[in-house]
C-alpha cells in the first residue's frame, strides 16, 4: 500500500501513525524527498481499510499495489536503483561490464585474464569457483582456494570480483568478494536469498530457466526482505524448445523489468549463446534494448578452457565486442 501524505505534515503525527500501523504487524517505509512524501506498508495490506487510512489530515491519497512484489517495484520507488561498487557504478545509465573466465582454473590464469579484460576496458572480474554443473563429472570448481586466487587478481589488477554462492555455508569465505553471484539453478534457493538478504553486498541475481518475471522480481523480493537493497538482476536466456543455441535470450526483459521494478538489469550473452559466435550480436542487441551492463565470458585459449569454452571471447573478440558496444551506446544514449 502507498500513502502519499500532504506537503505541509506534523512529523509528530505521523511517527504515531507508523508505530499503530506497524504494532499491527506491518512493516513501513518513508520514502521523503523535497518534491514527495511517501509512506509504503507492506505485509498483507488486504486487511487495512483505506478509508480509515484517508480520514487522516495528513493523508493526500492510498493506493493499493496489486503486485506481490513491493520493494523492487517502481510504483514504490520511482527513481532508478544505483549501486556503487568500490566506486563502480551500475544503474541511472551507469554502464557495467563484467569479463573473465567461467571457472578459475590456476592462480596465473585468473591474474593473466584479470590484467587482459582490464586493458580491454572492463569494470569488473567474474570467475567461477563453486561451479554448479549438469553433470556431476564435469569440473566442478576450486572451491575457496580459488576465491583465494581471485582476491590475488583482485590486488594484482584493482578490479572488483564477481563469483557464484551455492551454499549458505560458504558465505564465510565471500568477505573480499565486490559482488555474489546467485545463478539461475539458485533463484527460488529461498534460505540461501535470505543468507545473502543479511549482508549489505551487492548481489548478482540471475533468472531461473523457466521463470516468469514475476517470480525473478519475488525472488529479488527475499534479499530486499533482509535489508539487502542492492540487487542487480541478471537474463541470462531462458529454456524453450529451440536446440540450436543453448538458452534463449530475452530481449523483452530489458523493457519489462525497467518497467516494473527500478533494479538495474544487466545481460549474460555467453549464457544465453553457449557459443562464441553469438555473444557480439546478442551483446549490441541487449545494450541497443536498454540493458544497464553486460556479463561476459572471456579466456585466452578457449579451447583449452575446463569449462564453456566454447561460449568464451578471446580478449581480441571482447574488445571489438566492447567497442561496437560503447558505439551503440553513443548513438542512442
Sequence with gaps: MLIKLVKDTNFNEIEKFIKNIEKKGFEVTKNFNDNIKILIITGNT?????????????????????EPYKKANRKLH???????????????????????????????QIIRIAKKVKEKGASLLRGGAFKPRTSPYSFQGLGKKAIDYLIKAKKETGLGIVTEIMDKSDLKYFDDIDIIQIGARNMQNFSLL??????????????????????????????????????ILCERGIRTFENEIRNNLDISAIPVIKKLSHLPIIIDPSHAAG????????????????????????????????????????????????????KIREAIF
Aim: glycine fraction near 8%; proline fraction near 4%.
Design 46 to 66: 488486504e486487511k487495512i481499510d483505506t478509508d480509515y487510512i484517508e480520514s487522516f489530515d495528513f493523508v493526500e491519497s492510498v493506493k493499493r499495489i496489486k
Design 275 to 326: 557459443n562464441y559466435k553469438y555473444v557480439q550480436p546478442l551483446s549490441l542487441a541487449a545494450t541497443a534494448a536498454g540493458c544497464d551492463g553486460l556479463i561476459i565470458e572471456v579466456h585466452d585459449n578457449p579451447s583449452c578452457a575446463l569449462s564453456d569454452g566454447a561460449q568464451s571471447l578471446t580478449p581480441e573478440k571482447f574488445e571489438e565486442t566492447l567497442k561496437k558496444v560503447n
Design 78 to 108: 520511482p527513481d532508478d536503483t544505483i549501486i556503487d561498487i568500490s566506486g563502480v557504478k551500475i544503474g541511472g545509465g551507469n554502464f557495467l561490464v563484467i569479463a573473465g573466465p567461467c571457472s578459475v582454473e590456476s592462480e596465473k
Design 194 to 231: 535470505k543468507e545473502v538478504g543479511k549482508t549489505k553486498k551487492p548481489i548478482l541475481l540471475k533468472r531461473g530457466l523457466s521463470a516468469t518475471y514475476e517470480e525473478w522480481l519475488m525472488a529479488a523480493e527475499y534479499i530486499m526482505r533482509e535489508g539487502n537493497e542492492n540487487v
